[in-house]
C-alpha cells in the first residue's frame, strides 16, 4: 500500500508531529510505501519528499497582514498538486495537523485525485475553534453544544476581539471547504474524544478509535537502574496542564517532585518554586536524560485539567514500568487503570493529589509497574496499532473507492 502522509511539520514541534513521523516509520517497517507532505523548515528530519514541500507560515511569529495565509496557502495546494503528479500511485492520503500552515487549500488536489481520506484528530479542532475545549482556564463546551461563534462571544483566543474573530472564522472557512465533509475517515486516539466528536455533529460511521501507540522497547529500563524517590512532571509548562494544583499538593506532603519541560507558565512556575527546596524545574529535556528520568521515578504525575485526547505521557510511563498518578479527565482514564497500573484523582483538587500521592508509600510500586507495562504491551504497541491502522485504510478505501 502507498500511503501518503500530511502534517505542518516534518520535525517535532509538538506531540502530533512525533506521531506523525512515527507513524510513517511504522508503516515503512511493515514494507509499505510512505510519501510525506509538510510546510518545509530549516530544522525539518531528513526526508525524501523534502525538495517538494511548500512554503508556510510560522504561525506563532505571523502578523496580521499574514491572516490571508493563515486561511488559505496557495503555495501548499500548488505544492501538492505537483507531488501528485509525480506520485501517481498514492492509495489513500493520511492527514494529521494542517491547518494554519498547509490550510484547507491542500483538500481540493486530494478531492480532485479521488484519493480516499482519513484524518487522525490530535485535538478538538473539528468542533472548536481554539482546538482546547477551554475557557477563561476552565473546560468548556459551549461551541460543541452550541454556536462556534463562542469563541468570538468570550474571546476565547488570548482574550482578543480580533484574534478570536480570525480563528473563528478560519474554523468556519473550513468547514465550508470540506475540511468534515472531504475525510472518509476520522481516526480519534480515545474513546472520550470519538464521543466528543459525536457529541459536536460529526457522524459515528465516520469515526474510529485508535489509541496512539508507544516505543515499548527504548523504554526499557536496565535491569541494574534502581527506583528513586522523587515525583517526576514533564510536558508543556502550561497553567491548562494543572501545575498549580501539583505545586500545592508537593507543598502539603513534601514530596520530592521534579518537573522537565517549557512552555508560557515557565517563569511563573521558576517563581513560584523559588521558597520550595523540594521542588526542581529541570527545564527542557528530552532523549535519553528524559527516558531515565521516567525509568528512576518513583511515579510519574500527569495533573491536567483540561480534556487531555489520550495521555501519551501516561502511556510512555507506563512502558518504563513507572506507576502513574494522573487525573480522572479527557482520556487519561482509558490509559491508566486506577489502583492496577496507577492512581486517579479528581482534576483541580490538591487535596485530592495529595491523598493519591501519599498512598504511593504504601502501593507495591513494583507490582503496579509490571501491570502497566504488561497493559502497554497488549493494547498500545506498535503491532496492536499497525494492525488497527492497516484494517481502518483498507475499510476506507473500500468505502471511498467501491
Not at 493519591?356 to 497493559?375: P, S
Amino acid at each position: 500500500m502507498h500511503i501518503l502522509q500530511i502534517n505542518n511539520n516534518h520535525r517535532i514541534v509538538g506531540g502530533s508531529d512525533n506521531v506523525y513521523l512515527n507513524t510513517g516509520k511504522l508503516l515503512e517497517s511493515s514494507n509499505h510505501s510512505v510519501s510525506y507532505f509538510a510546510a518545509k523548515s530549516d530544522s525539518d528530519e531528513p526526508c525524501k519528499d523534502s525538495s517538494l514541500f511548500c512554503e508556510g507560515l510560522d504561525t506563532k511569529t505571523a502578523k496580521t497582514t499574514d491572516a490571508f495565509r493563515f486561511l488559505h496557502n496557495n503555495d501548499a495546494k500548488r505544492a501538492l498538486n505537483n507531488l501528485l503528479e509525480i506520485k501517481n500511485n498514492i492509495d489513500i492520503a493520511h492527514l494529521h495537523i494542517y491547518y494554519g500552515r498547509l490550510t484547507p487549500a491542500i483538500l481540493r488536489p486530494l478531492k480532485e485525485k479521488g484519493l480516499p481520506i482519513v484524518q487522525t484528530l490530535h485535538e478538538y479542532k473539528a468542533v472548536c475553534p481554539t482546538y482546547t475545549m477551554e475557557r477563561a482556564g476552565t473546560v468548556c463546551d459551549l461551541c460543541v453544544t452550541g454556536s462556534s461563534f463562542n469563541c468570538v462571544k468570550y474571546r476565547c483566543k488570548n482574550n482578543s476581539f480580533s484574534k478570536s474573530s480570525l480563528i473563528w472564522l478560519e474554523h468556519n472557512l473550513s468547514i465550508m471547504r470540506g475540511s468534515l465533509q472531504s475525510v472518509h475517515r476520522f481516526i480519534c486516539v480515545s474513546d472520550f474524544q470519538r464521543n466528543i466528536m459525536i457529541k459536536g455533529g460529526i457522524p459515528a460511521e465516520k469515526l474510529s478509535t485508535l489509541h496512539n501507540f508507544v516505543d515499548f522497547e527504548s523504554l526499557q529500563p536496565q535491569a541494574s537502574q534502581k527506583r528513586e524517590g522523587y515525583l517526576l512532571y514533564h510536558g508543556r509548562i502550561e497553567k491548562l496542564k494543572g501545575l498549580q494544583t501539583l505545586l500545592d499538593a508537593a507543598s502539603k506532603t513534601g514530596a520530592e517532585l521534579k518537573l522537565a519541560g517549557t512552555g508560557s507558565w515557565s517563569q511563573e512556575l521558576r517563581n513560584r518554586i523559588l521558597k520550595m527546596p523540594n521542588v526542581e524545574y529541570l527545564g527542557f529535556i528530552s532523549g535519553n536524560p528524559l527516558r531515565e528520568l521516567i525509568q528512576k521515578a518513583r511515579a510519574v504525575v500527569v495533573p491536567s485539567e483540561w480534556y487531555e485526547t489520550f495521555g501519551l505521557t501516561a502511556a510512555e510511563a507506563k512502558a518504563a514500568g513507572t506507576p502513574v498518578v494522573a487525573s480522572r479527565i479527557g482520556g487519561l482514564p482509558e490509559v491508566v487503570r486506577d489502583g492496577i497500573d496507577g492512581i486517579l484523582f479528581e482534576p483541580g483538587s490538591s487535596d485530592d493529589l495529595s491523598r493519591a500521592i501519599d498512598a504511593l508509600t504504601y502501593i507495591d510500586l513494583d507490582t503496579m509497574g509490571e501491570a502497566g507495562k504488561t497493559d502497554v504491551n497488549q493494547r498500545f504497541s506498535p503491532r496492536a496499532h499497525l494492525t488497527s491502522l492497516q484494517n481502518i485504510y483498507r475499510e476506507t478505501i473500500a468505502s471511498a473507492r467501491p
